[in-house]
Structures are given as structure tokens and as C-alpha cells.
């Protein structure tokens, strides 16, 4: 398009120029990790129909599992209430929450990652120098966002149609919604906040602060009917009531609010100056207060690291609490006891819970110590690590900040949840918390995959997203799909011990402990030898 043609187009034409350019750019950005959040969350939705099958065959066990739930207002608090009895309703009762969660979190990632980050690098003050919309990037971005729900929604829809096409298609929209509604949060926060961490961190604690008020709506009611679920876009999916009587009306809370919000977004980013915010960073001390790389590395990372502490804290609690009632619920069905088992050993129910739900505050673990380490991948591609290493710091001293914090971080965290288990469950605080500190190798196996791809080939370091998320869903969906025991070993966290209840075996902690060490020395030596691309 010639610049004279350019400049006699409408405003609004113009206001979105290149748009389709921007739009299929964020896709080949975003060809890994898109089809990731969205695999890993249609797999975990479509795997619960087989599951639930073998657990609650008959309708007596699922009339038992509806009045267990209704008297349970922690287990509630977790998975929200039973609205059916159908293997549909069941599936929408145990994945919704989570799936709603998880493409809330994609959307929050792809809106931030090609509006704020752009504009953070630098890149997109290059892109605005051509022939680009004021309003192109934002608009490309949302629309990214709309392709990968819109995905997810289709393969719902698609793999749940044999339980109800109707319910099939609102639970699809549902969470579609879920995740548009975090997208346009997502995008209003970005035009409001001048760092895209500070812009991840504000909209996660929206979402937080979602789950928290559909946890005390539904904690509270048995239906969903609370102020409190209503209050929350987690709330209205439950509210959605697919495959038990649907209310069509609640997508139009989802597109109303998605709607309404990016009417907002779009009117902030026609106010501002490209690389400003309506909240400035305060300036800071007139003279400098750190004392090192590895002060800075805390310094940049202290934010993330508390959000995180205080959300393991607070998980370690509710799973603590949930212990007792989790072996009331599961009774006498013997598929929901395998899985425990499988998951967390062949000890008792209750020890078999508290190590499953270690187990798997270790694989969340997993993606804080991986958004950690990318850390230092961020700073060199945004040209903020040049300046440090063009001082009297080398490139292992400066990375080294960074490690403490990721790797040391995750300690913090499993011990945390560690003391959170023991103060819900409220017996054996030892026990519980070395099931939790188990964990600690294979979340820094985890760990030196991100450093060793980030040391010998940064332009992939992002694929340690991919290898977190591949442990996760193992660890997650493997056992309830009683996949083979060849399956589950390809995780590290396969190989720990099942604690509480089982014997301590110290030969596979010290294994992948070594291994950690191996692959961070590995990637810590590919960086002193490489290019940096800053």
C-alpha cells in the first residue's frame, strides 16, 4: 500500500491498517505455545468422559458422589458443585474450573506478549513507523486470542458432542468466554501498566482474585447460586449449566463483558503515547541501592516470587483441609482409589491424597522455576542485560543472580505448601512436609531443561514451556487415563518416592539431582561461549 493511499483512507480504516500483516506475524510467533495451552487443555476436557465413566458407572455411585459434594463445602471450594448426574454434567462439574483457568491464562499471555512486551523491546515503535494502525497491534492481538479460544472451543464442542450436542457446544463457548473475558482484562491492564511483567502479574491476580470469589460462592451454595459465583466469570461457566439444563443467556454475560472491556482497552490505547502508561513507574532513588547482579536479579524477580509464595501457602491450606473429606468422598469406589494410588502411592487414602496433591503443587512448581529462569532470556532480548554486562560483570555472575532466584525460589514455594498441607490437614507436619520437599529434583530437573536450552540455543528457550507442559499433563491426566507406567517415567517426577505413607528412596532424588546440576552446567557454558543476541 502506497503512503498516499495510506493517508486518504477513513480514520477508523486507518486506525487498524496492517492488522492482518500483525495478525498472522503473533500466530508464526505463537505457533508453539498456542497449540500447546490449547492441546493440553482439550486433552485434559476430553479425557474426563472415559474417566468418570470407570469411576461413577452406575447411578447409584453417582447419586452418592452429588450428595458427598453437597455436604462438602471445601471440595466444592476446589471443583465447584454437581448440577447432573450425566458423564456430560460430571465432566463440566470436574474440568470446568480448570479449563476456564487455563485458557484464561492463555488469553492473558498472548494479549500481553504482543501488545506491552512489543512495546517494551522496542519492536513495536520500529512496526508503528510504517504503515501501521494506531489500534493494529491491539486489535491483531485480541484477535490472536479469539483464534486460539475459538480452537479450543471447537475441539470441545467436537469431542464432548457424543455426551449432548447442546451441552457440548455451551460448555466449548463457555470456556472460550472464560478465556476472551481474561484477554480484554488483559488488555486494558497492558495500556494501564508500563512493564508487560507488572501487566502478567495484575491480570493473574484478577483471575486470582475469580477463583477466590467463585471458591466462597460455591463453598456456600450447593448450586451456584451465590452473589458470590456470580460475581466471578469462573462462576458463570458453572452458572453456563451445561449438560444439565442450559442457560444460553449466560454467553451473553461472557460477549458483554469481553465487549465491554475491549471498548475500554481500545479507547485507553488512543489516549496514550506509544511506550507509555496511564501508571508511570515511580522514579527511583536518586542514588543506587543495589549491590550486585544478584541484587538486581532479586530486585526484578522479588514481585513474582511473593505472588507465588502466598498462592502455594494458600493451596497447601485447602488441600490440607481437604484431606479427610476427600477419603469420605471417594468411599468404597475403587477407580477414584486407583487413581489416588497411582498418583500418589499404595499407602492409605488419606496418606495417598496428601502425596498426590504434593505431587502435583510440584508440578506447578515446575512452570514457576521455568517462568523464572526465561527470565534471563527476557532481559537479554529486550537489551536490558547489555548494559549490566557492559559493566564489571560477567555473564555467569549476572545469570547466576537469576538461577539463586528460580532455583532457591522453588524450595520456598514446596515448603510453603508443605507448611500449608500440614496446617489444613493439621497431623504429621514432618511427613507432609517432606512429601512436599521431595519434589524439589525434578522441579529443578525442570529447571536445567530451561537453562540448557536457553544457554546453547536461546531461539528455543521458549520450548521449555512445551517440556513443563508435558510433565503436567502426565502427571495430571496419566493416571486418571491409567496410562502405562513407560508413560509416566518420562516425567521426573515419576520417579520420586510417595510420600507420605511410602518408604523414602534416596538413590532416584540424588539421580535427578545430579541431573539438574548436569544440564544448568551444560546451559551455563553454552552461555559463556555463545553470542549474546542483545
Known sequence: MSATAFAVRPASARQLAGTGVLLRFALRRDRVMIPLWVGVNALMVLSMPSTLKGLYATPAERADLIGQMAGSSSLR??????????????TA???GVYAGALAAVAGLLVVVRHTRDEEESGRQEMVASGMVGRRASLTAALLAAAVANGVLALLVTAGLAGQGAAGAAAFGLGIAGVGMVFATTAAIVAQLTESARLARGLTAAVLGAAFVLRAAGDSATDDGSSPLTWASPLGWLTNLRAFAGERWWVLGLFAGAALVQGAVAYALAGRRDLGMSFLPSRPGPATGRLDGAGALAWRLQRGGVLGWSIGFLLAGLVYGGMADGAAELVGDNEGA????????????????????????????AALYIV?????????????????????????????????????????????????????????????????CLVQV???????????????????????????????????????????????????????????????????PVLVLTALAVTLVAAGLAGLRRRDMTA
Not at 499404595?346 to 503443587?361: E, K, R, Y
Open 77 to 90: 471450594a476446589m471443583v465447584g458443585p454437581v448440577l447432573g448426574d450425566s458423564l456430560g454434567a460430571l
Open 441 to 507: 529434583p525434578a522441579v529443578w530437573v525442570i529447571g536445567g531443561v530451561a537453562v540448557l536450552l536457553y544457554g546453547l540455543v536461546p531461539g528455543a528457550a521458549t520450548a521449555a514451556w512445551g517440556v513443563a507442559g508435558a510433565v503436567l499433563l502426565i502427571g495430571w491426566v496419566g493416571p486418571a487415563l491409567d496410562v502405562p507406567q513407560a508413560v509416566l517415567d518420562l516425567s521426573p517426577f515419576g520417579h520420586l518416592p510417595k510420600l507420605p505413607g511410602g518408604g523414602m528412596a534416596w538413590a
Open 93 to 95: 462439574w470436574r474440568a
Open 337 to 364: 482409589r486407583e487413581i489416588f494410588r497411582r498418583m500418589g502411592g499404595q499407602s492409605g487414602l488419606t496418606d495417598a491424597f496428601l502425596a498426590a496433591m504434593a505431587g502435583m503443587l510440584g508440578l506447578v
Open 371 to 435: 517462568a523464572s529462569v526465561l527470565r534471563l532470556h527476557g532481559e537479554e532480548t529486550s537489551g536490558r542485560a547489555e548494559p549490566v554486562l557492559a559493566g564489571a560483570v560477567g555473564r555467569l555472575r549476572w545469570a547466576a543472580g537469576h538461577l539463586v532466584v528460580a532455583f532457591g525460589g522453588s524450595v520456598l514455594l514446596m515448603l510453603l505448601a508443605g507448611a500449608g498441607l500440614a496446617l489444613g490437614h493439621g497431623e504429621r507436619a514432618g511427613a507432609v512436609l517432606g512429601a
